[in-house]
């Protein structure tokens, strides 16, 4: 277990329902980060932890995405009332501060 | 955050040298370039960084022109295993901890048998 872990890998919701998706980050990194892939494109930021202060929340499309990593490790991403146009990957990186983000596999949701 | 362009699409052949190459006009002083990999169903994978001149690694070797304003990530004799699409980003990596990292489209790059 030394990568980033993410957890569901897909997850498949209709729309109004609220998800929670998981990252479990390589142990001692400080910096934890989500990014958002549509199909076809490259990774765009959602927000970032420094331990378990959110210090950039500017990537969030809307205020039914929230985020949170309460004890500076394990960290969580909320979608709440979800839309088709958030159906996307959801990845997970972590890295030292400053250093090389290691990226988890995502996971894929799929809004009905 | 410097803006990348770099080719949509590439094909080569298995045992061929790939070139890609990616523009970054407006680079800044403290900017590093960095080059990551991604297959799919997978997260991107961070293959090379570097500022000037010449970086080699075990996986590709990067070139940066004097003027910066532009690289180009060479892959040794790739084999079907390097299909994927490799990102070009400019940073400031070093000084900047929460430093998100910029995607643009990337390259996807089709190794044929």
């Known amino acids: 277990g030394a990568g980033v872990s993410q957890s569901p890998r897909y997850k498949v919701a209709k729309r109004g329902q609220d998800v929670a998706l998981r990252c479990d980050p390589i142990?001692?990194?400080?910096?934890l980060f989500w990014y958002q892939q549509a199909l076809g494109q490259g990774p765009e930021f959602l927000t970032y932890?420094?331990?378990?202060?959110?210090?950039?929340k500017s990537g969030l499309p809307s205020d039914r995405f929230f985020a949170e990593r309460p004890e500076g490790s394990v960290s969580t991403l909320k979608i709440q009332r979800t839309q088709q146009e958030d159906s996307a990957v959801y990845l997970c990186?972590?890295?030292?501060?400053?250093?090389?983000?290691?990226f988890g596999p995502g996971t894929r949701l799929t809004v009905l | 955050l410097a803006k990348t362009t770099q080719p949509i699409s590439m094909d080569s052949y298995e045992g061929q040298e790939v070139n890609i190459t990616c523009s970054h006009n407006?680079?800044?002083?403290?900017?590093?370039i960095t080059w990551y990999q991604q297959f799919p169903s997978q997260g991107p994978r961070f293959i090379i960084q570097?500022?000037?001149t010449k970086v080699t690694n075990e996986v590709a070797s990067l070139f940066i022109p004097a003027d910066r304003k532009s690289s180009t990530l060479s892959l040794p004799r790739v084999s079907l295993s390097d299909t994927a699409v490799y990102y070009c980003?400019?940073?400031?990596?070093?000084?900047?901890?929460?430093?998100?990292?910029?995607f643009g489209g990337g390259t996807r790059l089709m190794v044929k048998p």
């Open positions: 990186a972590s890295s030292l501060v400053p250093d090389t983000q290691y």
């Open positions: 142990s001692g990194h400080v910096s």
């Open positions: 932890f420094q331990n378990e202060a959110q210090l950039d």
């Open positions: 407006n680079i800044a002083t403290n900017d590093y």
């Open positions: 570097g500022y000037k």
């Open positions: 980003l400019v940073g400031d990596v070093a000084n900047n901890a929460g430093n998100m990292l910029t």
